[in-house]
């Protein structure tokens, strides 16, 4: 008898414990600011710098505005456009980067680059062109 007793205090006592907590309530919060604004459009992964010119293609732009990339993109299904990852910070590109607001220059560079990307990032599928 007197070997149960502490086995039954155990499981009082555990039974105890489980029922003094109550089950936490998750709360999960994303908000994404406005684009930021930049002369060439940005990097379409965080932290969403601002991209120098000639990482774009034309295919980003109309009218000579940058028209998105990132999670502020909402344009057509399925696109696909020219990037030059010689000027991908995430390919080893250290060159200069534009400020947040600054104008872009009266004459674009001429552009160079041959990889295509979707507005996320993503590389298009083999053979798209």
Partial sequence: ???????????????????????AQAQVSVNIGPPPVCPYGYYEVPPYN?????????????????????????????FYGHVDHHLDYRKGYHGPLPARGEHAAA?????????????????????HR
Avoid: N
């Fill in 50 to 78: 601002c991209a120098p010119d000639g990482y774009y293609g034309p295919e980003w732009f109309s009218g000579g505005v940058f028209i998105g990339a990132g999670p502020w993109y909402h344009g057509a299904d399925h």
């Fill in 107 to 127: 004459q674009r560079r001429e552009f160079h680059g041959q990889a295509m990307h979707d507005p996320h990032g993503h590389e298009a599928p083999r053979g």
């Fill in 1 to 23: 008898m007197h070997a149960l007793k502490p086995v039954g205090i155990l499981i009082f006592g555990f039974g105890i414990f489980v029922t003094s907590f109550s089950p």
